[in-house]
Nanobody
Framework: QVQLVESGGGLVQAGGSLRLSCTVSTRTFGAYVMGWFRQAPGKEREFVACISRTDGVTDYAGSVKGRFTISRHNAKNMVYLEMNSLKPEDTAVYYC???????????????????WGRGTQVTVSS
């Protein structure tokens, strides 16, 4: 069973930065497309960013493009989300997810992801 644990959330003022980390317990981390999603109170879970298995190809939601950066370190079984120029509307619980579908380069569809972490709260004050 693949386990994901997020960390790095917290309270930050608008314009500030946070770096989220996700530790993935698996012997085959390089086999997974990794994604970050978020869910604000009263809203559906939404795609934030994803990264391909080994060649660093990325995709972002329009609302975070240019402000957030996803990266991964396959030797450490880690995926990161660097968040800059944070806005109050970025407030949400952020989830890390892993997709094992063979042949998929990237996906923003949460239904494609097999494993999820429990989330970490990010709160941006105005």
């Amino acid at each position: 069973q693949v386990q994901l644990v997020e960390s790095g959330g917290g309270l930050v003022q608008a314009g500030g930065s946070l770096r989220l980390s996700c530790t993935v317990s698996t012997r085959t981390f390089g086999a997974y497309v990794m994604g970050w999603f978020r869910q604000a109170p009263g809203k559906e879970r939404e795609f934030v960013a994803c990264i391909s298995r080994t060649d660093g190809v990325t995709d972002y939601a329009g609302s975070v493009k240019g402000r957030f950066t996803i990266s991964r370190h396959n030797a450490k079984n880690m995926v990161y989300l660097e968040m800059n120029s944070l806005k109050p509307e970025d407030t949400a619980v952020y989830y890390c997810a892993a997709d094992s579908t063979i042949g998929t380069l990237l996906t923003s569809d949460p239904n494609d992801y097999d494993f999820w972490g429990r989330g970490t709260q990010v709160t941006v004050s105005s």
